[in-house]
């Protein structure tokens, strides 16, 4: 067998960040995915996103379960923490791990199989107890590695590549974080760049639960006429409720925008998320708008995309938890063992 491994030598004249890295140094292994898959193109999303934020690769840890999906941390920031855990149980395990050490940025990788069925318990309560991670679903509505049974996210009367046609209705994860209180919902598609970068920057600067479903296209299985996750649907389907650009605290990024109206959402890092709105009636900071803006043009066979709800004043599970700032895990014995008569409060105030 034959391995091909990436050049170690960059070129001298390659950008370089704030801590003086190229995108290069952000990079992972080569990937073994179908050529034109929509996973790798979210996987470059995520090196753009974290190059131009300049975070420190050491400072990431990404957890991922089982799937195509799932294989995509090994190709991306490979000086990251990377965690594979067994199908659907990314979120618990990745739940235990912000626990134990708030100091990383946590990334969570799934996919609709992972996170829609077998994973659905544990997306919920990682949504619900407000979990601080960047929780990205890379939908394609297949069960790619097991050759392209209709996955919980592929819409009614949908076919496959064989011409079946799905008769079960569907599961809208972005409608499922709205309803569980999920802070910063967005939905990106794998073919539009300029939006999901935007939008991963978004959900790393927020303090909570950020949840981003990304329609990635499965070009071996689910790419024809008749699917309603292809590159052609969604390039003819998309409704973009608004352009995102994110400004960190450090400097200010120049962008050009059309005329029209624009909000500005401080986040807890000092970052800023200034949209510009393309859907005149449209309020990313109204949960139940939200929710029914999606409903109503799902219903139209539309896919909306772009960041469809936040909350600026959201908090973690630290704060729900009442936890102290500094990480678990850096916590000695006399921290974690107070002596008896601290234990002997606490079962008292049990009685």
Not at 170 to 179: R, S
Not at 222 to 228: E, I, Q, R, Y
């Amino acid at each position: 067998m034959t391995w091909i491994t990436k050049p170690k030598l960059h070129h001298p004249t390659l950008p370089k960040n704030a801590l003086c890295l190229t995108r290069r140094d952000y990079e992972g292994k080569i990937s073994t995915l179908c050529a034109g898959c929509g996973h790798d193109s979210i996987s470059a999303a995520i090196v753009q996103a974290c190059w131009e934020l300049s975070i420190e690769p050491h400072r990431v840890a990404k957890l991922s379960g089982i799937g195509c999906s799932s294989k995509t941390p090994d190709y991306f920031l490979g000086q990251s923490h990377g965690f594979n855990t067994v199908h659907g149980r990314m979120p618990s395990v990745l739940t235990g791990a912000n626990l134990a050490n708030r100091g990383l940025l946590y990334l969570g990788v799934s996919g609709d199989g992972d996170s829609a069925s077998i994973g659905m318990g544990q997306f919920v309560h990682a949504m619900r107890r407000g979990v601080d991670m960047v929780y990205i679903v890379e939908n394609n509505g297949v069960y790619g590695l097991t050759k392209g049974q209709f996955s919980a996210t592929a819409d009614q009367g949908s076919t496959s590549k064989r011409g079946v046609v799905n008769s079960d209705s569907p599961i809208d994860l972005v409608g499922l974080a709205l309803q569980l209180g999920a802070s910063y919902v967005a939905r990106g598609f794998s073919g539009d760049k300029r939006q999901l970068v935007p939008l991963i920057k978004g959900a790393i600067g927020h303090r909570g639960p950020a949840f981003i479903d990304v329609i990635s296209p499965c070009v071996a299985f689910n790419n024809h006429a008749g699917s309603t996750k292809s590159y052609e649907y969604v390039r003819e389907h998309n409704d973009a409720v608004n352009r995102l650009d994110v400004m960190p605290p450090r400097a200010e990024i120049v962008v050009d925008y059309a005329e029209g109206e624009s909000i500005e959402v401080v986040q807890h890092d000092g970052s800023s998320l200034r949209l510009h709105k393309l859907a005149a009636d449209y309020d990313p900071r109204d949960r139940l708008g939200a929710a029914n803006y999606v409903q109503q043009h799902q219903a139209r066979g539309e896919v909306v995309t772009g960041l469809l709800y936040v909350d600026p004043a959201a908090t973690d599970l630290h704060a729900h938890l009442g936890t102290i700032a500094a990480p678990l895990n850096t916590l000695g014995a006399r921290e974690l063992c107070p002596g008896k008569a601290a234990l002997d409060r606490i079962n008292a105030a049990l009685r």
